[in-house]
């Protein structure tokens, strides 16, 4: 295992909602990205903290938002759900940002309605 | 235009046999190769990086041919626990460490 945890597994949730899924990365680890992995896509990337600063943002709208917290966690936020928002959203913890590989968590699948 | 192409198959091949798997990409800039695992309904896993001189990593053989912007994945002797999609990523510095991925290759090894 990774050591990178997620919570919750799953959600569901109708348009117009917000959510908030939480992440622990690996201890030791201070850059966190989020990612987000529509059916039958691969991952894309949608925001990245490295020691608790956003350095590098995806193609995503602003409803789209990270909280970063001290020892490794980190939230994202979803405003104003959309149907098609319905993914399984990945968090990956590294060592740091000369640091290349990535280790993923097990994911929240959100659902939709 | 997609930064990371691969055939999504999916490959069904028998037990014992040897699959290649390849992908394209699109920024020369990319700096770091890897080959991910994803099982169904979960998270992907580190299969090995990827590295020009290309590297072994028992029945897996990864190689990268950077002036064709290109990497392929060769699984000898497939083994029915083979079974998952396969997800070519680059990494490419734009501020953030940006994975790119794939869409993934799905493989069925048949007994």
């Known amino acids: 295992e990774t050591g990178v945890t997620q919570s919750p597994t799953h959600l569901i949730k109708t348009r117009g909602q917000q959510v908030t899924l939480r992440c622990s990365s690996q201890s030791g680890h201070n850059t966190v990205s989020w990612y987000q992995q529509a059916l039958g896509q691969g991952p894309q990337f949608i925001f990245q903290?490295?020691?608790?600063?956003?350095?590098g943002r995806g193609n995503f709208p602003p409803r789209f938002s990270g909280l970063p917290f001290p020892n490794y966690r980190s939230d994202l936020n979803v405003n104003a759900l959309e149907l098609d928002d319905s993914a399984l959203y990945l968090c990956a913890s590294s060592a740091g940002q000369g640091t290349d590989t990535q280790y993923f968590g097990p994911g929240t699948r959100l659902t939709v309605l | 235009r997609k930064e990371v192409e691969q055939d999504p198959g999916p490959f069904n091949v028998p037990e014992g046999a040897t699959v290649a798997f390849n992908c394209t990409y699109s920024n020369s800039a990319s700096q770091s190769f890897f080959w991910y695992r994803q099982d169904c309904r979960k998270e992907p896993k580190l299969l090995m990086s990827v590295y020009s001189s290309g590297n072994e990593d028992g029945r897996f053989t990864a190689q990268l041919n950077r002036a064709s912007q290109y990497i392929s994945l060769l699984i000898r002797d497939s083994k029915l626990s083979d079974s998952a999609t396969y997800l070519c990523?680059?990494?490419?510095?734009?501020?953030?460490?940006?994975?790119?991925f794939g869409t993934g290759t799905r493989l069925t090894v048949i007994p």
């Open positions: 990523v680059v990494l490419l510095k734009t501020g953030a460490n940006n994975l790119f």
């Open positions: 903290y490295y020691r608790e600063e956003e350095n």
